[in-house]
Structure formats: C-alpha cells, structure tokens
C-alpha cells in the first residue's frame, strides 16, 4: 500500500461502511447499531434512531436480559442477531454495552447489563460469542468508564486505578479474554485527563498487552479527538467518515516523522482484516425464521421479568378469573429505548391482545389510565379506572415510564415514575387491593405505593414479544425466574454515587465512591433499599442445603468449586439462580463486605433435588495494588456464602485462605458518615496516588468547548444556533418529543471538534468543516479580523 493508502483506512467511508481499496480488492463492509437489534438504515445514517431501519427482531434490552442470570439465553439471542446481520450483509454489529451501571439516574442504563461487572462480562461474553459463531464480528462498548449521558463527549472521568480494575473495566476484561470481540469500541469521555480514544494505557497496554485483545478499536460516532494521538495510541478506525481531514493528517504526520509509519501500519493491517472478515460473510447465506426470532424472543422476555413481589400467592390467576386490564401501556407498549439501539421490530405483540389470545375471551374489560406517551394528570381516567378495578376480582394495572423519561443523550432528572401513574396505581389499589402491577422501564424506579398491591412484576423493556411473555407469566404458562441484576434503591439520594453524579463543574466527575457502586455500597452499610442486588420471586420455592467447599485454598492454587444442594419444594417446575459471594477479611485494604464471585442457574421439576456447582477464579479473592501493579490476594479467614440475593444468604462456610502477597501499603477508601459516605479531598488524592487534577478550563475557547460554552459570547450564540439548525436539517425534523429533547440536548453540549462529522460537513462541500470551526475559535475569542479572514478563504475556497 502507499502511504495514503494506509491513511485512508483510518476513517470510514460513510456514515455505515469503512473503506474497501478497489486496487487490492478490499471491498467495503457494513457496521449496523444493535446491542438488542438489528438497526440497518437503508437511507441517511444518524447515530439516535430517526431515520428508518429494516425491520428486525427486538429483543429485550440489556438491563432486562441481564435479569435472566443465563448466559446460554444470551447466546441463543446471539445466534438469532448473527443470522440476521447475514441476512442483511452486515459485518459487524455495534454492541453489546457493558458500561457499568454507576448510578440508576444515566439516561443509558436500558442499554447496560448490570451494576456487577461479573455479572455484566458474563452476559457480554455469552451474547459474543453468539453473534460471531454466524461469521459476524460484534463492538463491545463503551470502553470505558462512560457511565452517565451529560457531557458525555467531553467530561473528564477522575477515577483511581484500583476502582478501574475491580469495577469499570472487569467486564470488558471477561468479554474480551474469553469471546475475542472482532472490535471495541472507544468512549467519547476522558479517563483522568486523556480521551479514551487516545489513551494508550488503555488502548494498547491494558487492552492489548495484558488482555491479549487481537481485533481493532473503533471510536464511537464523533468521538475522535486527535487523530494522530489516537493512530499512535491504539484507535484504529475512527467513524463516521471525516473527509480527508484527518487522513491527511495521519499522513503528513507520517511523512514528518512524528508518528511511526509501523504503527500506521499496524493500523491499516488491522482495517484490511476486519474489511476481509466481513467480505467473507457477505458470501454466507442463512434461511432467517422471523417466526422463530419472535418466539424467542417471547421466551427471553418471559425469562427476563423479575417476580418483585405476590403477597398471598396471589399469581398466577386462572384463565376464568374475574380481572380487568389498566393501563396504556397494555395496549400500546413500551418494549425498548431511544436513540442508537431503536429497532423497528418486525411484528408487536401487546399484552391486552396476548391475554385475550391466552384466555380465550373477547369481553376484557379495559380502562387506559394514562396517555402513553405522556405524564399529563388526567383524574378523570384514574376515577374511571378504579371504578372498573372495584368490579372484578383482580385489577392488571400496566404502568412504568414513558420514553421521554429516559433515553440515550440525556440522563433522568429523578427517579419517579409520571404522578399519573403513581396516583393510578394507588387508586386501583384502594378499589381492589387484588391488584397485580406490571412494570414497563429501564432502570430502577422508586415505588411510593409499593404496600398497596398484591404484586408487582417488573418486565423491564421487554423487546417485541414482551406482551406476550407477560400474558405467560400471569396465567402462570410460564414461571418468572428472573433476578434483578442491579439493586433498586427506596430514593436517589441513597445511592452511593450521588453527592458526586453527574459531576461538579460540568467537566469533570469524580467518581469519589470507589468500589461502592450497586449493592457494595448498600450492602456494606446497611442502607435500606427497595430491593436488593439478585432478588427475584418464583411461583414454586428452593430449598439450600448442604454447602460444600474446601476449607483451605491457597491463592497460587487452581480455581475453587463450592457445591449446594437445591430442592424445588413448590409444585411447579422452576430455575433458581444461585449466587455466590465472597466476603473478605477486614485488613490494609479496604474492601465491600462481599461481591458476587459466581452463579448458576438450575432448573428443577417439583419436588427434584440438584447440586449447583459455582466455580470461584482466584480474582474472587483478590484486590486491586495499584501501586505494585498487580492482583494480590491477602490471607485469611474468607466466608462463601450462596444465596438467592445479595440480601438472601442460605448457606455459609469459611475458607482460609493461604498467600504470600501484602498490599504496597494501606488502601484507604470512603467512610461513612451521616448517612451519606465522605470523602473529603485528602483521602481522594490519597485512592488516586497523586493530587487532584484540576478541570479543564473553559477560556480561552477551543475545539472541545461546547455549544452551550460558546454562546456566553454573542458570536457564540449566532453560529449555535446556526449549527442547531443545520444539525436539526440533517436530522430531517423532529416530531417525537423524545426524539426532540435528544437531538437538543446532544446538540447543546457537543464538543465543536464533533460539529464537523455530526452535523454536516466531514471536509465536504456543505455544511460545517474544520475550517470553520478554526475560523469560529477566532471569532469568539476575540480574533476578529484572523477569524474573518479564515472565513473569507473557506468560501473562496467552495
């Protein structure tokens, strides 16, 4: 290849393909959105779900899936995403997303498998290797540390190394050591002070070095910085296409010596292979059985839901009794999220038309409650609704969150469902305490009602055949065995994250709790919560028995089995999921009083006994040195104790546990204090190893201001509001209203270095380039006549 040959395959060729060299037969190939989808545009491309895509198969969402406990559903799901990417000559599918769930306030969490990355890079792993068992590679995303919507393509995340390694980057370590994803996907945000497109301890050391990652890194769309920083530091493939901006630049850079044309080379070997990967599927042909797609995905959506409570066993109901549905969500679903993962599903069940299928009746009485897609207080529904509710035996009242609560480009402002809701809820409640609540959502919610009903199933966003699955579920055709793979919290502010979500001056984050993320915050200071990490009832009961694990273990030793024995005592067939966690000594390292170190699931027919049998890794019972560098485990009396959540243990045993290894010196973390942890700046710099860094400051303007930035100044304003409206042209208008507060919010703080790729332009001959945005830099910070004439050259030069 020539030298501008290897440059041009660092950026791709549309807003969907990367490069082919017609020269030497590279062939174009075709990457598609789709963590629980496939979301192939056949028009325009955009990166929030507004442009038409072929219909597909929806399955649930990441944070529903995760709730099955069942890596082998996963890779089924796979499986069925791989033949559809064949189908449509895709060659890589973007997704799945791993990203730790921080807090439960991130507009993404409906994306996100779980707040445990055990668990989390197990169902990341399972989905892989599902997808690329067809020939078709997959992006896991977003690496890393992209836990939150604001500011996302700029915020500066300041997090110590240690709470790096046990939480925020395990589950992409899992995925990677295990499934070998064909790609990465980079994060827009910066790791302490360096964008994770151009961080090479990331991208080569930690990624390639320690992981052994043989496949290619991609940025996420518009989140290249510099793009030379990011050839040498490990990103590969920067999306959409930028024009021949950056690849000259890559070049010129070359051609200077300030960058290694072996590393250019490293590059371009690693495009040309993912290029000849996908030609290769192009090539493959599948008989696609849309059917059997939706009957799996009923089935993973059935698996999914989350029993959160039945008092008196009131599920599941017969068939002849006397209920009347509530809700408009019954009729007109909310089956999954906004923005990139948006798939247009190839049929819709709805659970009104599922339960009348099931049931076999024609006379359902119904009430809607609510408008579907909006949290407007309407009393006269509710009233209608409670009268209807008092006239049968048990009221199905459908409700949750409608999409303008939550969605990608924006995280929740609260934790509430729509006061609609909560009053309809407790009005059918008081009419018929018989009253079986059915959850639409993506993330936690706060439930003031939550003694009032007999029960409550949480079906998450249950993707295209969610209707269906939740008819199952309630007639008992199916048993709920889901276990909730995040902890919902009574109220935002105890969760432990929150005094420092989503970051204090609008640039950076500290992520000052450490390794108190999800139930290692509330189960290691008690702190009350709704529901705790793992729950999850069943229509039959388990019985625990008889623990079995080596009292010692030394930690150069091979991995250590615990066995239990588990009885179906109910009288329905059932899978329990059993968990196991480790709880560590107390010590110079400060530590959770215990995590997740494994799990199965088991499936049992009434009255059988099985023997789960969890396979703990040595990393169960290590810690992080960060100033050693190393994994060290510290001796000492460990406790394995198996339960049904992260609240529910049944069996314990202790285990001593032999080493040689002693941290570098005492790991000092948050404490707390008030009801509220503390940590003050000292003991921060202390987990960090260094100062505080300072944020990046905001004057003199520059390519990684923001819009919202720029217009404090009133050439700032003008061209803002020029670039909105050229971005919402693209975008071809906006009638959705959450489509709407996306675009404004993305728009509103989008770095100016993105404008170019995002709203237009791309070094074309329309819209924004980078000269312009060197010309705006001028203009707003008072270099008139240079920003002028940098103008005047641009359209001289058009």
């Known amino acids: 290849m020539t030298l501008q040959e290897k440059a041009s395959l660092c950026s791709g060729k549309s807003f969907w393909y990367i490069k082919g060299n017609e020269r030497l037969g590279l062939q174009p190939v075709m990457v598609t959105d789709g963590p629980h989808g496939l979301r192939k545009q056949t028009s325009s491309g955009d990166h929030v779900g507004l442009h038409t895509s072929v219909p597909a198969t929806c399955f649930p969402t990441a944070s529903a899936l995760a709730s099955s406990w069942n890596p082998q559903l996963l890779r089924e799901i796979g499986v069925a995403l791989g033949e559809q990417c064949v189908a449509e000559n895709v060659a890589v599918l973007l997704g799945p997303g791993v990203n730790i769930k921080r807090h439960p306030l991130c507009g993404r969490n409906f994306e996100y498998f779980s707040e445990d990355p055990l668990l989390a890079g197990e169902m990341a792993a399972a989905l892989i290797e599902g997808v690329q068992s067809q020939g078709v590679g997959t992006s896991i995303k977003h690496f890393a540390a992209n836990n939150q919507e604001f500011g996302r393509m700029f915020i500066d995340v300041v997090v110590d190394e240690r709470t790096l390694r046990e939480i925020y980057l395990p589950a992409f370590e899992v995925a990677v050591k295990r499934a070998q994803p064909w790609t990465v996907m980079c994060a827009y945000n910066r790791i302490n002070g360096t964008y994770c497109g151009e961080h090479d301890w990331l991208l080569n050391q930690v990624l390639r070095e320690e992981w052994g990652f043989e496949g290619l890194v991609v940025s996420d769309w518009g989140a290249t910085n510099d793009r030379v920083d990011g050839v040498r530091s490990g990103l590969d493939l920067e999306m959409p296409a930028s024009g021949p901006d950056n690849d000259n630049k890559v070049a010129n850079a070359v051609a200077s010596g300030t960058l290694d044309e072996a590393t250019l080379d490293t590059t371009a070997i690693r495009v040309a292979s993912l290029s000849l990967l996908g030609a290769d599927n192009v090539q493959n042909t599948v008989a696609l059985d849309q059917v059997a797609h939706h009957t799996l995905a009923r089935r993973a959506a059935a698996e999914c839901a989350v029993l959160l409570k039945n008092a008196d066993d009131l599920l599941p109901i017969t068939k002849t009794t006397s209920f009347c549905v509530i809700g408009a969500f019954a009729k007109q679903p909310r089956y999954q999220g906004t923005g990139s993962s948006q798939v247009v599903p190839t049929t819709l069940d709805n659970a ?447």
Request: charged content about 20%; hydrophobic content about 40%.
């Open 352 to 798: 009104y038309d599922a339960i009348a299928t099931l049931t076999g009746r024609t006379d359902i009485a119904y009430a809607p409650g609510y408008h579907p897609k909006s949290d407007a207080l309407d009393a006269d529904s509710i009233d209608t609704a409670a009268r209807l509710a008092a006239e049968h035996d048990v009221a199905l009242v459908f409700a949750g969150l409608p999409t303008i609560y939550e969605s990608e480009g924006f995280d929740r402002e609260h934790m509430r469902m729509p006061e609609q809701h909560n009053l309809l809820i407790e009005a059918v409640c008081r009419a018929n305490p018989r009253t079986v609540v059915i959850l639409s959502n993506g993330a936690p919610v706060e439930m003031p009602w939550i003694d009032q009903p007999a029960a409550v199933l949480e079906m998450y966003l249950a993707g295209q055949g969610g209707g269906g699955a939740a008819a199952d579920l309630i007639f008992g055709d199916a048993n709920p065995c889901g276990r909730l793979a995040e902890t919902f919290p009574l109220r935002v502010q105890d969760v432990g994250s929150n005094p420092w979500f989503p970051g204090g001056d609008g640039r950076q984050v500290h992520y000052r709790e450490g390794l108190y993320v999800g139930y290692r915050y509330f189960d290691t200071f008690n702190v009350p919560v709704l529901f705790p990490f793992g729950h999850g009832l069943s229509y039959t009961t388990y019985e625990y028995d008889d623990i079995d694990v080596s009292p010692t273990w030394s930690a150069d030793r091979e991995p250590l089995s615990v066995r239990v024995s588990v009885t179906n005592s109910g009288e329905r067939k059932g899978s329990e999921t059993v968990q196991v966690y480790v709880r560590s000594p107390a010590g110079a390292a400060y530590r959770p009083v215990h995590v997740l170190a494994g799990f199965t699931r088991l499936p049992l027919q009434p009255g059988e006994i099985g023997e789960a049998i969890v396979t703990l890794e040595p990393r169960a019972f290590a810690c992080y040195d960060a100033e050693a560098q190393r994994w060290v485990t510290l001796p000492g009396e460990y406790e394995v104790c198996v339960g049904a959540s992260s609240r529910d243990i049944r069996q314990t045993a202790v285990v001593q546990v032999r080493s040689e290894d002693a941290v570098s010196r005492t790991l000092r973390g948050p404490s707390m204090e008030g009801g509220q942890l503390q940590v003050d700046d000292a003991v921060f710099a202390d987990m960090l190893g260094h100062a505080i860094p300072p944020p990046e400051s905001t004057q003199p303007f520059h390519r990684n201001s923001t819009l919202n930035e720029i217009a404090a100044v009133r050439i700032g304003r003008i061209f803002k509001d020029f670039a909105m409206r050229a971005y919402l042209k693209q975008l071809g208008g906006l009638s959705d209203p959450t489509l709407a507060r996306m675009f404004e919010e993305m728009a509103r703080t989008m770095p100016l270095r993105a404008l170019p790729l995002l709203a237009g332009g791309g070094g074309g001959k329309k819209g924004i380039s980078n000269a312009h945005i060197d010309a705006l830099l001028n203009l707003v910070n008072g270099r008139f006549l240079k920003g002028l004439w940098q103008l005047l050259r641009v359209q001289l030069h058009r």
